[in-house]
């Protein structure tokens, strides 16, 4: 075992090979938010990559239902459950290059059993045949006092269900790599995406076990495993993956975790208003969310991690820049590599510096002549 740092837990931690950063990082921030859960996302993916023989029940982009959804069932749940009650992050350990504080539990490479890369389970086949089980479904229903429907109360709704949008995490630390006994799961190094050889792979399915997400999955047909491949020959071209820009509600944006400039760099390092999904199992997941307003604040510390009251914060009553950021989600198919604020707009630009979108930040107001009402 190699000691790596992780960020997203504040300390150095055990991972099966040193350290080996790619030039650039893949990353994306969803916008919990502005979920509406109409899959469009999901079926553009599964239309580009995964329509063929043996693909049937492989969505490598899903839309899930929190709390009780989950694609493989449980997943989560199950993980959590293995990897038992941990300690959680010390918030008086707080520097920068570890700014949630330091976590004290075990990651999943740290709990893994003897001769065993990661903790992991491998899901049964009835477990990944319903992608969207209890979609829409809340945690439990509103009560009736006095004849009276319980109502929802801001800022935390008790009754609530929210999206999780999931997608491969093209992990730092990816925890299929580390269990591939093949070495057929590699991180390229121009942009940190992780991708399965399929000629090399065999298909014993340790990766399935290990990835704590479970995003790889086994395809009868060809003996082997595929997953999500972050639309990469889209990415050489300049143009952002197929789930991100077919979002209706405009609720993704990709970027690099690793470049200052990147709006996503800003949403995560600079804002912290996007945190990663369950960064106690120690991947490093390169996929970020700025979590749903309205759900309680427990429920999604032990999600996100402790930066989930300051993400909502400062999501709630954002700076002028964020405000300005937030309005780049979704407004080009383009790769944002750079963006300016200016009072009024917020401007993108593609990897040559050029400039590809540009939007209000504020909705213009138009005020419709009186000769031209159509009321009197
Ligand atoms: S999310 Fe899973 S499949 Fe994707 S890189 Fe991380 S460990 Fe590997
Ligand atoms: S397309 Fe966008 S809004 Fe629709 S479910 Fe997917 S992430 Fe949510």
Known sequence: ???VYNWHLGRAMNYPYPDAKPRRQFAAVFNINRCIGCQTCTMACKSTWTFSKGQELMWWNNVETKPFGGYPQSWDVKLLEKLGPQPGWDGTAKTEG???????????????????????YLPPDEEWK?????????NRPPRITGGVREGATLPEHEVFFFYLQRICNHCSYPACLAACPRKAIYKREEDGIVLIDQKRCRGYRNCVEACPYKKPMFRGVTQTSEKC??????????TVARCIAACVGKIRIQGWIDDPASPVHYLVHRQKVALPLYPQFGTEPNVYYIPPRWAPRAFLRQMFGPGVDDAIAKYANPSHDLLGVLQLFGATQRLLY????????AIGFDRDGAEVVRVPINEPVVV????????T
């Open 1 to 3: 075992m190699a000691q």
């Open 98 to 120: 570890a700014p949630y504080g330091a976590y004290r539990g075990k990651t999943i490479f740290e709990a893994a059993p003897q001769g065993q890369a990661a903790l992991g």
């Open 130 to 138: 319903v992608p969207n089980i209890y979609e829409d479904t809340a």
């Open 229 to 238: 491949i972050a639309c990469y020959p889209r990415l050489e071209e300049g």
């Open 338 to 345: 750079s963006f300016e604020v200016t009072p009024d707009e």
């Open 368 to 375: 419709r002549p009186s000769q031209h009402l159509n009321i």
